[in-house]
């Protein structure tokens, strides 16, 4: 009998991920399920009170229907069979089903700074992982494998906290080949690109009109096109836009790094698009330090998912 894996998956990002892993693995038998939670959390998510996060129900649908559609097997929750190996875009959250599993955990991309609350979680380890973002990835130390970015990144999760024998510098998919991009049909050349971030979707404070403006004033006549993020409420923030950057474009879907990559300029918060940006030698601004997100910069191997599949793969062949 063939080993069986099991891939959970979240936002496209994550999703797409565990696919192209998957890929990799094909001697073996899968499974793919979206994000999900337990007993109170499940409870919240019916009622549709926790759509800022992987598992609401938002989310989780646009992950089923790319399951869906690219004909991949689907076990919602894990419930239909036992697993040889686990592959978790996230462990902020730790299902109870998969706890007793050998886990691969997978670095999804940039992650959220380190804010009061993050220092309150690794404080008071009471406290769910999840109530700090994703600042505290890896925090959860029930993985046999932690697979991450790049080196930078690796220094930077060893500071937080995390055991260093359990890192994996292997690059992670979707940010591996920055250079792909180049090439695409979207239409638009020469203009300034602003990628927003959905923070007023996971309960953060943002001045959406300064930020808007801000753009404005850097794009100093120039084309602004708003790439939104794929959580936000788009009617809302439409509506801002036109009201305060008035002739520009807004973008509610597409690729977010194909329309960098044809940018002049590129205006970010906190977003992973920053590391497009600088690996395609576009004048970038984001929140983030900008020297940090250098030191951070996921390596460019274009192999990472093969990379990740040998780790996985090292487990499941160790007995």
Not at 74 to 86: A, C, E, K, T
Not at 90 to 95: A, E, G
Not at 231 to 245: D, F, G, L, N, P
Not at 288 to 306: C, H, K, T, W
Request: glycine letters at 8%.
């Amino acid at each position: 009998m063939r080993k069986r894996i099991f891939f959970i998956c979240g936002s496209m990002n994550q999703t797409t991920q565990m696919h192209q892993v998957s890929e990799h693995l094909r001697e073996y038998e899968h499974s793919f399920s979206p994000y999900y939670v337990h007993g109170f959390d499940e409870f919240l998510r019916k009622l549709g009170l926790i759509e800022f996060t992987i598992s609401g129900n938002k989310l989780a649908g646009r992950c089923l229907k790319y399951l869906q559609d690219h004909g991949l097997p689907i076990d919602y929750q894990g419930r239909n069979r036992s697993y040889d190996l686990v592959v978790t875009c996230s462990d902020v959250y730790l299902q109870k089903n998969i706890r007793d599993n050998r886990i691969v955990l997978v670095q999804e991309g940039i992650t959220d700074p380190e804010s009061m609350m993050f220092h309150l979680v690794k404080r008071l380890r009471f406290l769910p992982l999840w109530f700090a973002g994703n600042s505290t990835t890896g925090l959860s130390d029930a993985y046999r494998a932690f697979c991450v970015a790049s080196d930078g990144y690796r220094d930077l999760f060893i500071r937080k906290g995390v055991n260093p024998e359990k890192i994996v510098v292997t690059g992670i998919p979707n940010f591996d080949d920055y250079g792909r991009y180049s090439g695409n049909d979207f239409p638009h050349r020469h203009y300034v690109l602003v990628c927003t971030s959905a923070m007023r979707e996971t309960l953060q404070g943002e001045d959406r009109k300064a930020f808007i403006r801000k753009a404005v004033e850097l794009a100093g006549g120039r084309q602004l096109i708003f790439k939104l993020h794929p959580s936000e409420k788009v009617e809302r923030a439409t509506r801002e836009i036109r009201r305060y950057a008035p002739g520009a474009m807004v973008f509610a879907t597409g690729s977010a790094e194909e329309m960098i990559a044809n940018c002049d300029v590129l205006i970010t918060r906190f977003s992973s698009t920053a590391f497009v940006g600088i690996a395609l030698g576009k004048e970038t601004y984001s929140d983030f330090d900008m020297d940090e997100l250098r030191r951070l910069m996921p390596v460019q191997n274009g192999s990472a998912a093969f990379n990740i599949a040998n780790v996985c793969r090292r487990f499941l062949e160790e007995d």
